[in-house]
């Protein structure tokens, strides 16, 4: 079989063994849509100023950050069980190189970024009000020089994904211009053939 626009060469096993398991591409959009938002949120909050609602929008981010925590791990045993599908073979080796590299660091970020913020609230004295429902209340002192430490690695952290998922989209948007195959492996409904 030679390889077309629409039908992308491939060497490994059958479709199934071709595509990413339909849990892990809804968790890939799931995670993907949350932490777009909460890139987003996070800047917003940067000009809310104290008082008024800015305490509950603050406990909101956070309550959305550590539900992607979880989402993280829940994703990364996932993945653990469910080995990624094959990279197209006509996938230059730089390529495959840059893709674990970048995949490695997004999940790193992905894992660090909410545990920083959590670590940072149990050095306030507010702590963390779930979903406005479970108070988790701070287990270390009130200390602003720690608090400060994790929220300028939360903010440093938070650079460093914001930059790890552009590179992701922009190489998400070559792949899908160039009709090689890898978008297919991840975008819901597409046909492999």
Same mark, same amino acid.
């Given at each position: 079989m030679s390889a077309t626009l629409d039908r992308p060469l491939f060497l490994h096993g059958d479709v199934a063994s071709r595509? /990413?398991?339909?849990?892990?591409?809804?968790?890939?959009?799931?995670?993907?849509? !949350?932490v777009i938002g909460q890139i987003f949120f996070g800047w917003y909050l940067g000009d809310v100023p104290p008082g008024g609602s800015r305490g509950t929008?603050?406990?909101?981010?956070?309550?959305?950050? #550590?539900?992607?925590? #979880? @989402?993280?791990? @829940?994703?990364?045993?996932?993945?653990?069980?469910?080995?990624?599908?094959? !990279?197209?073979?006509s996938l230059p080796e730089w390529q495959r190189a840059a893709a674990a590299a970048s995949h490695f660091a997004l999940y790193a970020c992905l894992f660090v970024l909410p545990l920083v913020g959590y670590l940072g609230s149990n050095f306030s004295?507010?702590?963390? @009000?779930? /979903?406005?429902?479970?108070? !988790?209340?701070?287990?270390?002192?009130?200390?602003?020089? !720690?608090?400060?430490l994790f929220r300028n690695m939360h903010t440093v952290v938070a650079w460093v994904l914001v930059t790890l998922v552009s590179v992701h989209i922009a190489a998400a948007i070559y792949h899908a211009v160039r009709r090689d195959g890898v978008m297919g492996r991840v975008w819901p409904g597409t046909q492999i053939p």
């Open positions: 595509r /990413y398991s339909r849990v892990a591409i809804a968790l890939h959009w799931l995670v993907a849509v !949350l929008l603050v406990n909101l981010h956070k309550s959305i950050g #550590l539900t992607l925590w #979880l @989402l993280v791990w @829940l994703r990364m045993g996932w993945r653990w069980t469910h080995p990624a599908p094959p !990279l197209p073979a004295k507010h702590g963390i @009000l779930l /979903y406005g429902a479970v108070k !988790l209340r701070p287990w270390g002192p009130d200390d602003k020089g !720690l608090y400060d």
